[in-house]
C-alpha cells in the first residue's frame, strides 16, 4: 500500500487529455531489443533533412484494422501508432494508439470536437494518482460516453468533446494500457514531460490542422504537480523545434483542478481542513485535532529544513513520513475517508446528506476494457495482459524518487511570466488537495504579477443569483472556488463552474461547456459497506458489541436508596459503574441530592450531584471541578457555589447563591487520589487527557440512565488549574458523542465550558506575573525556554528545567514577600472547618464514603499534584482545546477576579486575544467594555459570537467566594445565553 503521501493511494484518481493529429504513413512494427535512454530524454536532432518527413495530413486516412506509425525526423527515439476505433461515441471520429519511446510505450486515446473539429481547442488532460489511467476519466467523468455495464456504455451529454478535441493519455508507463518492454519507466514528472512534449509536437507536425491552435493543459489531484512540468517542457521545447523549421505549438493556458501543486501548503491546510470551520464542519475529534495542531510547525520546519532549504534523501523521506502520520493518516484511522480495497480514498469531506460515492464503476471499466471486442477495437497490446485502472508499482516508484516535492508552483510562476495563463480552480469540500492550500500556493507564487494578484478581492460570483464560490483574478492568474464541490468538481457543480467559466475572457470557447464536467467527485469516496449486525446488536470499533436488550435504565432519580448504592452500568462501558444513592438531608434539605462513586476498575471517583431549587426536570445541567491540580471539589461545594456553605465543623448555612438557583449540578473529586476518590491497589492518573476518559464515559452512563436529562444543555466548569482539565473533558465528551450516537445511544449536549480563574496556558501566564507584580528581566528566556522545550518540542528534562526556572525566577519572589492573596486569607479557617465536617461519621456515612478510607479528610493532595508535576500536565495545551471547541459550536466563557494573581486576568486575556479559531478577528476587534450589575460597575467583558471573557471587580481567585452574588448573576446570564 501507498504510504500516505502517494496521492493515488489517497485516492486522487484525475484523468488526461490531449487534442492533437496524428501522422504518417506505413504500418510498421516497433523493433524489438532497443535499450531506452536512460533520462528518458527527448533530444531533438540540431538538424534533419526535411524531405524525409512526410505528413500525413488527414485523420481519416487512418485505418480501422491496423495500426499507422508516425515518425519524425526530429525525434529519432519517438513514435506514434494510431488507427481509428469505432467504439464509445458513433457521432464523433475516436482514435487510439501508443506513443512509443522505444521500448516504453505510453496507451492514448483521441476524440475529435462534436462541434468543429477542424477549428475547435486542443485540450491536455493527464491523470493524477501518480498511477492513475485516464480510462476513469474517458468513461466516469468528461469523456464522450459512459461505462454502464460490461458490455455496454451510454451517450455523455456533457462530455468535454463538445467544443474541443480531447486526448486522454495513460501515462506514465505502467498504467491503463501503456507498457514497458523490459519494466522500463519513469520516476519523476520531468521524465515524463519530455515525453508528452515530444508527443503533441509530432502530433501537431502530422497534422497540420491543428497548427496554431489555442492548447491547454489541464489536470487535477496529482496533475496539479504534472501539468505544470509538462507545459513547461512543452513551452521550452518550442524554441529548439523553431530553430529546425518546425511550427511551436501554441500553449496558451494550464488549468490545475484541486491540485497537489506544492505539498508544502498542504500539510497546515489538512489541519485547517479538518479541524477548523472553514467551508466543512470540523470532521477530526479534538484530542487528535490538539496532536495535529502541534504537529504542524514541527512538520513545516523539518520538511524545509531537509526537502527544501537542503535535500537529504533519509531526514526528507523521515519528515514525510512524520507529516503523513501525524497530519494527514488521522481522516482515515477516524473512518471518515472509507476504505476501499488496497487504497483509501478521501475526495470530499463527508458531511450531512452527502453520501459516499460507487467505486464499483472502476471495476466495471476494468471489464469493459478487458473484454476481447473492446481489446480488438482499440488496439491494446497484447502485451498487457489485463487493463488496471490504478497501478501500485508505479505510485511506488515516483514515491521512491520523492517526486511529490517537485517545486510545480515554480514552473506555474515561470510559465505566467512568459505569457501563459494559469487557472487553479478547487472544490471547496475537497480534503486532499484543499483550497486553503491552494490559495496559499497561489498567494505565495513568486511572479512579477504577485502583489497586484495578492492584493487583488475575493470577491464572491454566483449562479442564478446563489453563492458559487469565490475567485481572486489578476493578469494571467485566477483562482476559484466551487461552493459545494469535492475533489472531482462536475459531479456537484456542473452548471456553476460552466458559468463561471463562461463569464471569463481566459479561455475561449472550448471551456463554456468543455469546463461543465470538471472532475467527478463520484470516484471520489468508497463503497458503502452493507451492515450485517443481527438486529438490536451494535457494534463500534471504540466500544465493545452489546446487545441493547440488555441495557435497563434506571429513569428515575428518585427510585434511588438513601441507605445503599444503586450501580448502573451500560454494555457500551464494560470496564464502568456508577454507584449512586439519595444523600439529601447533610446540605440543603430543600432539594434532592445525591452522592456516589464512579467506579474504573479498581479506581473510583467520588461525586456529588444537586438538583435545581426551580425547575429540575427542565433547568440545565452542570458539571464543577476544582483546580490544583490535586483539591478536592468540595472546596466549590461548601465554600464557593455549592448549595449550602460551611461555616462551623457541626453545621452548614443556605447558600441564596448557589448555582443551583437554575441547575443541576455536579460536584466531581477527580482525579484519583483527591477527596473522597481513591484506588484499590494505588493506581492514580498523571494527565489531564487520562482524566479526561473517567469523565466522559460518567456522563454518558447516568445521561443514558436518567433519560429526563437527555438533550438538555451541559455545561462543563472549573476554577485555577480547573482551566486544565475542563476544556479538556469537554473535549472528550463531544467526540464520545459521535461514537454514542454510532451505537444508537444518545449524544450529550454539550452547550458551554466555564473556566473561572483558569490557569489553562502558563506559555501565556508566566508573563503576566510580571504585569501583576514586576521584574521583567528574566520574563523572554522564560518565555522562550518554556516555548522551545514544552511547546515546539516536548523534551520532558528540558520542560522541567524551564518549568523549574520560570517558576524561581517568576513566582519565588511573590511567594518570598510571604503575602497572601486576600481571597486565601481569609478563606483558609473555611478550608479546615469543611474538613472538619467531611470527618464526621454521621456525614460520611450519609453522602457514602467508603469505609476503606479512614484517613482524615485533606481538601488537597499534594501526591496527587506531584503526579501531575511529573507527567508535565502543565504544558498541556488547553487552549487548543477551547479553540477547537469554539469550531465547533461550544461557547466558552473564560471569568477572572480582577485581583487574583496566581491565574490572573492579564494572562487569561492574553489568552483570549492569542487564541486561533475562527472567530478570533472579530474577537480581538471588540472593545473590552465594562458591564454592570444592580446598577453598579461589576467588570470588564469583551464578547464575539460564542466566546466570552469577563473580569469581576473585587473578586480574588475563588470568584463566587468573594462576589457570589454577582457571580451567580454572570452564570446565570450565561446559561440564558444573554449578553453581560
Known sequence: MFAPRNLFAKGLITLVLVSVGLGYSHATEIPGGQVPLAANQAATSDTFDASLFSPLEDLNLLSASRFTTLNHPAFPKYSVRVKKSHFCDGNVSAYTGYIDIEARHLFFYFFESRHDPDHDDVIFWTSGGPGGSSGLGLFMELGPCRVVSENATVYHPHSWNEHANIFFVDQPIGVGFSYAEYGETVYTSQEGGKDIAAFVAIFFEHFSKFKGRAFHMAGESYG???????????????????????????LSSIMLGNGCTEQLSMWTAYYEMQCLNTTVSPVIDISTCIQMKQAVP????????????????????????????????????????????????????????????????????????????????IGADPAVKEFRWASLEVGSNFDKSLDIIFPSQFYIAALLERGVKALIYVGDTDLMCNWIGNERMTLDLEWSGQNAFVAAPLREWKVGGEHAGVTRSFGGLTYVTIAGAGHMVSHFSIMTLTSFLSATDMFPKAFSTLVAVFGLCGAALALKRASNLQPGLRVNSQFEPYDTGLFAPLEDLKLLSASEFTTLGHPAFPNYNVRIKKSTDFCDGTVNAYTGYIDIEARHIFFYFFESRSDPAKDDVIFWTNGGPGCSSSLGLFMELGPCRVTQPNATTFNPYAWNENANIFFVDQPIGVGFSYADYGEYVSTTEEAATDIASFVAIFF??????????????GESYGGKYVPAFAAHVYDLNAKLVEVGMTPVNLTSVMIGNGCTNFGTMTPSYYDMQCTVTTVP?????????????????????????????????????????????????????????????????????????????????????????????????????????????????????????????????RLSLALEWSGQEEFVSQPLNEWTFNGTAAGKVRSSGPFTFATIYGAGHMVPYDKPEA???LVQRWLANEAL
Open 781 to 909: 528566556r522564560c518565555v522562550k525556554w518554556t516555548k522551545e522545550s514544552c511547546e515546539d518540542t516536548f523534551d520532558a528534562i528540558n520542560c522541567g528545567a524551564a518549568s523549574s526556572f520560570c517558576s524561581e525566577t517568576i513566582s519565588a519572589p511573590f511567594w518570598n514577600t510571604e503575602q497572601e492573596t486576600p481571597d486565601v486569607l481569609t478563606t483558609s479557617p473555611m478550608i479546615r472547618q469543611i474538613a472538619a465536617f467531611l470527618d464526621r461519621p454521621d456525614v460520611r456515612q450519609t453522602i457514602g464514603v467508603d469505609p476503606s478510607l479512614t484517613e482524615k479528610f485533606s481538601s488537597c493532595s499534594n501526591e496527587v499534584g506531584a503526579h501531575f508535576h511529573a507527567g508535565n500536565d502543565f504544558g498541556f495545551p488547553s487552549q487548543l482545546y477551547i479553540a477547537a471547541l469554539l469550531e465547533r459550536g461550544v461557547r466558552a466563557l473564560l471569568y477572572v477576579g480582577a485581583n487574583d494573581w496566581i491565574c490572573n486576568w492579564v494572562g487569561n486575556e
Open 704 to 717: 443514558e440512565h436518567f433519560s429526563q436529562f437527555k438533550g438538555r444543555p451541559f455545561h462543563m466548569a
Open 224 to 250: 496539479g504537480t504534472y501539468v505544470p512540468a509538462f507545459a513547461a517542457a512543452l513551452y521550452d521545447q518550442n524554441t529548439k523545434i523553431e530553430k529546425l523549421g518546425m511550427t511551436p505549438v501554441n
Open 298 to 377: 514541527r512538520c513545516d520546519a523539518w520538511v524545509r529544513k531537509s526537502c527544501v532549504d537542503t535535500f537529504d534523501m533519509i531526514n526528507c523521506r523521515a519528515a514525510l513520513s512524520f507529516c503523513d502520520d501525524h497530519i494527514l493518516s488521522p481522516i482515515y484511522k477516524s473512518g471518515k475517508c472509507r476504505v476501499h480495497l488496497y487504497h483509501s480514498l478521501c475526495f470530499h469531506i463527508l458531511a450531512a446528506g452527502m453520501d459516499p460515492y460507487d467505486l464499483s464503476k472502476p471495476w466495471t471499466i476494468g471489464a469493459y476494457l478487458n473484454s476481447t471486442r473492446i481489446r480488438e477495437a
Open 967 to 969: 457571580s451567580l448573576h
